[in-house]
């Protein structure tokens, strides 16, 4: 069984930075594509970033490019999401998610972690 | 990046059928069979229904269909359901390599 699970989320002032950290089980985390998708609290969904399965390429939505990182540990099958210059639009529940290998959509996902940008 | 374009709400009486309409441009929507629906229940994960246009994972019933018209895909719902309400999101690969949502949709079963 595929399990995902995130931490790291907690409440920040704006300007502050963050590391969230996303676990991951029950498959080939080396091959498989990684995905944090963010929705504030009430609201829809948003992707945030992507990175590829040897960490060779990333990509972000305009949103968050420059301010966020993504990155991954395949020996520790970690995922995770550096946040810097975080601001009050940046609060939502955050989600990691999985593409199977070559595929575009999002198969599986975790419960998600909180972080709140507030003074 | 504005997100794809979707009805707020949408319901239904049980048997019925409803869709879903998915709206984008020629950089996502339009450009490639990369769209992918995921349903949410209050408090849950999304979770994948349809993939590339018109495919279904393993376990998602055949009561979920999809379609795609030019920049417009189509989610049906056929014999609609208690447990098929939930909110819809629509989700489309672009042409900055990235991914877009739809804005989403509630279902009601009436």
């Known amino acids: 069984e595929v399990q995902l699970v995130e931490s790291g989320g907690d409440l920040v002032r704006p300007g502050g930075s963050l590391r969230l950290a996303c676990e991951v089980s029950?498959?080939?985390?080396?091959?498989?594509?990684m995905h944090w998708v963010r929705q504030p609290p009430g609201k829809g969904l948003e992707w945030v970033s992507r990175?590829?399965?040897?960490?060779?390429?990333?990509t972000y939505a305009d949103s968050v490019k420059g301010r966020f990182t993504i990155s991954r540990d395949n020996a520790k099958n970690m995922l995770y999401l550096q946040m810097t210059s975080l601001r009050p639009d940046d609060t939502a529940l955050y989600y990691c998610?999985?593409?199977?290998?070559?595929?575009?959509?999002?198969?599986?996902w975790g419960r998600g972690t909180l972080v709140t940008v507030s003074s | 990046q504005s997100a794809l374009t979707q009805p707020a709400s949408v319901s239904g009486s049980p048997g019925q059928s409803i869709t879903i309409s998915c709206t984008g441009t020629?950089?996502?929507?339009?450009?490639?069979?990369?769209v992918s629906w995921y349903q949410q229940h209050p408090g849950n994960a999304p979770k994948v229904i349809i993939y590339?246009?018109?495919n279904r994972p393993s376990g998602v019933s055949n009561r979920f269909s999809g379609s795609k018209s030019g920049n417009t895909a189509t989610l049906t719902i056929s014999g609609l359901q208690a447990e098929d309400e939930a909110d819809y999101y629509c989700?489309?690969?672009?042409?900055?390599?990235?991914?877009?949502f739809g804005s989403g949709t509630k279902v009601t079963v009436l």
């Open positions: 998610a999985t593409s199977p290998s070559g595929e575009v959509y999002l198969d599986s």
């Open positions: 590339d246009v018109n």
């Open positions: 020629n950089n996502d929507v339009g450009k490639y069979n990369y």
């Open positions: 989700n489309s690969y672009t042409t900055s390599s990235t991914r877009l």
């Open positions: 990175i590829d399965s040897d960490a060779w390429s990333s």
């Open positions: 029950g498959l080939t985390f080396s091959r498989t594509w």
